[in-house]
């Protein structure tokens, strides 16, 4: 093969090889390109899932937004969450202790919003032992004017419609006369229609998933509702119809 030939042929080879590296290298931008927009998309909809942004309007009245915590998420972090209430389970049963209650109690004392305690009770034990377990737990943590308390009831234990109907009452009572506050009543909107016959003097938090926010009626004998707990995604949110101070004004009168 003469020279002249060959370096012709290296002429092309060369120009092809350079077309070559170039489309490579836009190939290659392009796909680090896609991948950084992804890897963005990711970033900005990561904060998204952990806080929702509430929708406040319902109506001509104003709904603020809450969460219901317990030790499912120790670690919840308050500072950066847009609620303006939060209540937190202290107890269940006459022994059980949630690990992360005082870290929660603490949080929510530093962010200064209206903040709760709520029980989980068990119509199998006695009332009174637990209600008096709630308030020891409850009471070992400081205390600040507009603290909530809160009844959760959602299991009857195999109990008739009375006992359980009893069982509240009683706890719901004793708690009060312990503490002068009257405590909220939580359950889910079926369970509270068919248990809570005449505990319309304690305000009606109500749990309804199928419910628009605030969209929900009241059960029983309730007339209105306090707090409607519509989702349970990524954490409990809720909504109620007060105003903060208004919910200030169903706790504790000081600290």
Same mark, same amino acid.
């Given at each position: 093969?003469?020279?002249?030939?060959?370096?012709?042929?290296?002429?092309?080879?060369? @120009?092809? $090889?350079?077309?070559?590296?170039?489309?490579?290298?836009?190939?290659?931008?392009?796909?680090?390109?896609?991948?950084?927009?992804?890897? =963005?998309?990711?970033?900005?909809?990561?904060?998204?899932?952990?806080? %929702?942004?509430?929708?406040? $309007?319902?109506?001509?009245?104003?709904?603020?937004?809450?969460?219901?915590?317990?030790?499912?998420?120790?670690?919840? *972090?308050?500072?950066?969450?847009?609620?303006? #209430?939060?209540?937190?389970?202290?107890? /269940?049963?006459? *022994?059980?202790?949630?690990?992360?209650? =005082? &870290?929660?109690? &603490?949080?929510?004392?530093?962010?200064?919003?209206? $903040?709760?305690?709520?029980?989980?009770?068990?119509? &199998? @034990?006695?009332?009174?032992?637990?209600?008096?377990?709630?308030?020891?737990?409850?009471?070992?943590?400081?205390?600040?004017?507009?603290?909530?308390?809160?009844?959760?009831?959602?299991?009857? *234990?195999?109990?008739?419609? =009375?006992?359980?109907?009893?069982?509240?009452?009683?706890?719901?009572?004793?708690?009060?006369?312990?503490?002068?506050?009257?405590?909220?009543?939580?359950?889910?909107?079926? #369970?509270? @229609?068919?248990?809570?016959?005449?505990?319309?003097?304690? %305000?009606?938090?109500?749990?309804?998933?199928?419910?628009?926010?605030? =969209?929900?009626? %009241?059960? +029983? *004998?309730?007339?209105?509702?306090?707090?409607?707990?519509?989702? /349970?995604?990524?954490?409990?949110?809720?909504?109620?119809?007060?105003?903060?101070?208004?919910? &200030?004004?169903?706790?504790?009168?000081? +600290?």
């Amino acid at each position: 093969m003469s020279k002249p030939r060959l370096a012709t042929i290296a002429c092309i080879l060369k @120009n092809h $090889r350079d077309l070559l590296t170039k489309y490579l290298s836009f190939a290659v931008a392009g796909a680090i390109l896609v991948g950084t927009v992804a890897i =963005a998309g990711l970033a900005f909809a990561s904060p998204i899932a952990q806080n %929702p942004a509430p929708e406040t $309007r319902h109506g001509a009245g104003t709904l603020i937004y809450g969460l219901d915590i317990s030790n499912y998420e120790p670690l919840y *972090d308050w500072n950066a969450s847009p609620a303006e #209430f939060g209540i937190i389970k202290a107890t /269940e049963g006459t *022994d059980f202790r949630d690990a992360s209650f =005082a &870290r929660h109690w &603490r949080e929510l004392g530093k962010k200064g919003i209206v $903040r709760g305690a709520y029980h989980y009770g068990h119509p &199998r @034990n006695n009332p009174i032992a637990e209600a008096e377990h709630f308030l020891s737990v409850v009471n070992s943590q400081p205390a600040g004017a507009g603290d909530l308390l809160v009844l959760d009831l959602e299991t009857a *234990d195999g109990r008739s419609v =009375a006992e359980v109907n009893a069982w509240a009452k009683t706890w719901l009572s004793y708690v009060k006369d312990k503490t002068g506050i009257t405590p909220m009543f939580y359950s889910g909107w079926n #369970f509270a @229609n068919k248990y809570g016959a005449g505990l319309a003097q304690y %305000p009606l938090w109500v749990a309804h998933y199928s419910k628009a926010k605030g =969209a929900v009626t %009241p059960p +029983a *004998d309730w007339k209105s509702w306090t707090i409607h707990q519509y989702s /349970e995604i990524p954490v409990d949110q809720n909504v109620s119809a007060l105003t903060a101070d208004q919910l &200030r004004g169903l706790g504790r009168r000081t +600290a």
